[in-house]
């Protein structure tokens, strides 16, 4: 699955559609068959107790999996999450940023399916697991 669209474009699309979360987010990298995005953690992420929000944690997965969509098809902008299921394994490291790998398992005409893991940076084990499948609207 060759990338169509390169981390600064996927930026730059990032910011365009949904410009209220955008500065959150850094493309870490592409890789061969998704992408890593990192969430930067701030206060508005935390839960009490300090730790990173379930919903925060949601939303960087599912920003992953656009954006790795994104980057194959290009900007579809009406590509839109079908199904998503995550597994919390473990409490985030505080204050760390967290990242998201992502894999595109398929990516078809209609669906891409996807499964991410979450880590705290710089830590070996993941926090979260996702599994997510999105609708890509037909060709006009």
Do not use: W
């Amino acid at each position: 699955m060759r990338a169509v669209l390169d981390e600064r474009q996927l930026e730059a699309l990032l910011a365009e559609i949904f410009p209220q979360v955008a500065g959150d987010f850094d493309v870490e990298r592409l890789t061969e068959d998704g992408i890593v995005l990192r969430l930067r953690i701030g206060e508005k992420h935390l839960r009490p107790g300090g730790t990173v929000s379930g919903p925060s944690i949601f939303t960087l997965a599912d920003c992953a999996m656009y954006l790795a969509v994104m980057s194959r098809i290009g900007a579809e902008a009406l590509t839109v999450t079908t199904n998503c299921a995550i597994d919390f394994m473990r409490k985030p490291a505080a204050g760390r940023d967290l990242l998201c790998e992502l894999r595109l398992l398929k990516l078809g005409r209609v669906l891409a399916v996807g499964d991410g893991l979450v880590f705290s940076a710089g830590e070996p084990a993941p926090v979260a697991r996702a599994s997510l499948t999105y609708s890509i609207p037909p060709k006009q």
